[in-house]
């Protein structure tokens, strides 16, 4: 009793076998398997070459598949040959089975050698320093190249504009895009929508409803999703991969749409990471200019060391952004006098820097041309008028002119709440407000006030609200707190002052609003 043979054994190793056999029983052993055509043929022997086929005694090697073969045993009896040729007919069965498994095996990595080595050079190409849209076309020309296709096509998501763009394709022309995600006559957008890999054979259609016949694609076609899986969060669909046309006329199969798929991961993750970097990029950037700004601004606000030797002055602007809406600035005027502002845009970030800058370099115009404060409130709310309907902003200023000779101070302060002259003795004078914020209402002339001004004595002590609220009990118990401070220390340097001031908030680097105070002894 025998089957076929279908896959042929090492003879070398099976003559070991026997050769081992024939030492310890001093028997000769052929065995014999079917090749096609059903004829025997002697795989392996210990004895002299043998041409008949095997007797009625040989015993059955069986593989556990449709292959066998037969064991023939010299000398003995049949009982022997079959009770020793059947344990050596299950050893060489069971070598036979695992040369059949090895050669198997053999034939697939050799099948899909090509595909490993592709898979590897992928990763290759990903990991060089190159952009996204040269890896891209590389790795499609290797796709193409391995699969034999006509065309490779790379889609990707862009979100913004809810379509895919093509990113790279090699091949035959084709169709350059871009596709909106909601296009029903897509098989593109159709695959991104629904996540699912399409392939179509020659000739076959792919249902897309009411599209026109002239949009649907014919021929062997294969497109796979392209989709990235994050360490946190689920698995987003970012793009899609196209192969048309095989170049022997052959269909895409279950393996090709593995390997693609493969292939698409792969890629999944290099756009991502590529997508990160460039953010990464961009937010260095912006961080860079960020940072740029925030020193451009603080350059425009005048140094304190200027007026050494003719007023004692301490100032601190400290944004609660990289720019800001808070302001101060300082003048030199004729007559030993000296021009103070502070000013507080309704909000902070960029939009309250552009104010704030148009700003100072409104008040530097005029109050170079004008003597009295409320003109040059008037004129600086003048020109500013058409930023401030633009982004409607307002914002609160405060402008004094300290006249030491004549022992007062003039100002014109448009709703900015927190503007002291500080005594001799202590007590805190509100020089309040005595006209709205500026871009509120036009006015056709701005109100002044004035008060006393004992020169080497009186100080005057500005502040934003940033600088109160920053306490954190409020804006007035806020205020309260800042003038018995500088009240109580009123003799120590404004430097000193200004120091307590800002610790009193902590000091923060990040402040909730921008914080600004202005100290001026003269």
Not at 298 to 314: D, M, R
């Amino acid at each position: 009793m025998s089957t076929v043979v279908t896959s042929p054994l090492v003879p070398a190793v099976v003559g070991e076998v026997l050769d081992d056999f024939r030492r310890a029983h001093g028997r000769e052993a052929w065995l014999w398997v079917r090749v096609d055509g059903g004829a025997w043929e002697l795989a392996a022997a210990t004895g002299p070459t043998r041409a008949a086929a095997p007797g009625p005694a040989a015993a059955p090697v069986a593989t556990g598949t449709p292959a066998a073969g037969c064991l023939e045993v010299s000398g003995g009896s049949e009982e022997e040959i079959a009770a020793i040729g059947g344990f050596l007919a299950s050893v060489v069965a069971r070598m036979m089975l695992h040369e059949s498994e090895a050669r198997f095996f053999g034939r697939e990595l050799a099948e899909r050698y090509e595909e490993i080595t592709l898979l590897y050079s992928i990763s290759e190409i990903l990991g060089s320093v190159i952009s996204l849209e040269e890896a891209a076309g590389t790795i499609l020309s290797e796709v193409a190249s391995t699969m034999g296709v006509e065309r490779a096509t790379l889609w990707l998501h862009d979100v913004d504009g809810r379509r895919l763009e093509l990113i790279a394709a090699v091949g035959r022309p084709g169709q350059r895009g871009p596709i909106p995600t909601d296009d029903d006559c897509s098989v593109t957008a159709s695959v991104f929508r629904t996540r699912r890999p399409v392939i179509l054979e020659a000739g076959d259609e792919f249902p897309r409803g009411d599209c026109a016949p002239e949009s649907l694609s014919r021929g062997s076609f294969m497109s796979v999703p392209v989709s990235y899986t994050p360490p946190v969060g689920e698995t987003r669909t970012i793009g899609v991969i196209n192969l048309t046309g095989r170049e022997r006329g052959e269909s895409f199969s279950a393996g090709d749409q593995k390997l693609v798929a493969a292939i698409a991961s792969q890629i999944g993750a290099a756009v991502e990471n590529s997508r990160l970097i460039e953010e990464s990029l961009r937010q260095e950037r912006m961080d860079r200019e960020m940072e740029l700004a925030h020193d451009l601004q603080l350059k425009l606000l005048p140094s304190v060391e200027q007026f050494a030797g003719f007023a004692e002055v301490a100032a601190r602007c400290v944004p609660a952004e990289s720019v800001g809406g808070d302001f101060y600035h300082l003048f030199r005027l004729p007559g030993g006098r000296l021009g103070v502002m502070i000013g507080d845009v309704s909000s902070h970030g960029f939009g309250a820097a552009l104010i704030m800058a148009l700003t100072m370099s409104a008040v530097a115009i005029h109050a170079s041309e004008e003597e009295s404060p409320g003109e040059v409130l008037r004129r600086v709310h003048q020109t500013l008028v058409p930023e401030l309907e633009t982004t409607e902003m307002y914002l609160t200023l405060f402008y004094g002119v300290i006249d030491p000779p004549h022992g007062r101070i003039v100002y014109a302060n448009a709703g900015h709440s927190h503007a002291f002259r500080i005594g001799a003795g202590g007590t805190a004078t509100r020089l309040g407000a005595t006209n709205p914020p500026l871009g509120i209402v036009d006015l056709d002339t701005y109100a002044e006030g004035n008060a006393a001004w004992e020169p080497g004595e009186d100080f005057l002590f500005l502040f934003t609200d940033g600088l109160s609220d920053a306490i954190g009990r409020g804006e007035v118990e806020g205020e309260r707190l800042l003038l018995s401070t500088v009240a109580e220390d009123r003799r120590a340097p404004l430097t000193q002052l200004l120091h307590q001031v800002f610790n009193m908030g902590g000091d923060r680097d990040v402040p909730a609003d921008d914080r600004t105070a202005v100290l001026v002894r003269i």
